[in-house]
């Protein structure tokens, strides 16, 4: 009762938080779905190039997020920028990379052969085969990626609270410095149900962008 309460009296707290955690994983995920489909895209043309990027992409994300966090701090300091949202938003990039170069290059190379020849049968170009017909029918294996990346992310930038990123992660911390179950409470609740609406948005903007032919 104390926590719900608790909640409730300081929803606009909780709300400015949210904004702040929303607008970390936004832009992070955002940049890196500005790179991490042209990189899937570009590797498929090269089997060695593909296997390295993957492997290095693969490297970051297994790097502790907390460590992640404090190898941005000494990088971005030479700029005047070690602690808050700059490097929040850098490491959540980084970790973006992984789930969306993986599911981009994965779709690009299984469109069926037999579609890629009845494209250059039609005439169509190199970049025209990509745009029109390869790029709409990995649309929804890109976006099961992008949904990977976001909702994993959301849990990350809760972490960032402790390099001054704010967020909903500010919560979580206050409640474990202050031994304050409610803060704690209603921070882990909050980010939970962040991720689970994501994850549902996000897929249906999926089956929106999904191309009629493939829902069938």
Same mark, same amino acid.
Request: glycine share 10%.
């Given at each position: ?65 907390? +460590? ?126 962040? +991720?689970?609406?994501?994850?549902? +948005? ?15």
């Amino acid at each position: 009762m104390e926590t719900i309460t608790f909640i409730f009296s300081n929803l606009g707290v909780i709300g400015g938080l949210a904004v702040e955690h929303i607008s970390i994983v936004a832009v992070a995920v955002g940049l890196a779905i500005l790179t991490g489909v042209p990189i899937g895209v570009a590797i498929t043309q090269s089997q060695r190039l593909a296997d390295a990027v993957l492997y290095v992409a693969s490297i970051i994300v297994t790097v502790p997020s907390i +460590a992640l966090f404090g190898l941005m701090i000494p990088v971005l300091s030479l700029i005047g920028q070690g602690i808050g949202w700059l490097p929040a938003v850098i490491a959540i990039l980084l970790y973006s990379q992984l789930p969306i170069i993986r599911n981009t290059y994965t779709a690009i190379t299984n469109v069926e052969p037999s579609l890629r020849e009845a494209a250059r049968g039609m005439g169509m170009t190199p970049l025209q085969r990509l745009w029109r017909v390869e790029i709409p029918i990995a649309v929804p294996v890109i976006m099961a990626g992008v949904r990977t990346a976001v909702v994993m992310n959301i849990g990350v930038a809760a972490i960032a609270a402790y390099i001054g990123a704010g967020g909903l992660g500010v919560l979580i911390a206050r409640g474990i410095s202050q031994t304050d179950p409610r803060q704690l409470i209603a921070g882990a609740v909050a980010v939970s149900i962040l +991720a689970i609406a994501a994850d549902y +948005a996000l897929l249906a903007l999926q089956k929106r962008l999904t191309p009629a032919g493939l829902k069938r």
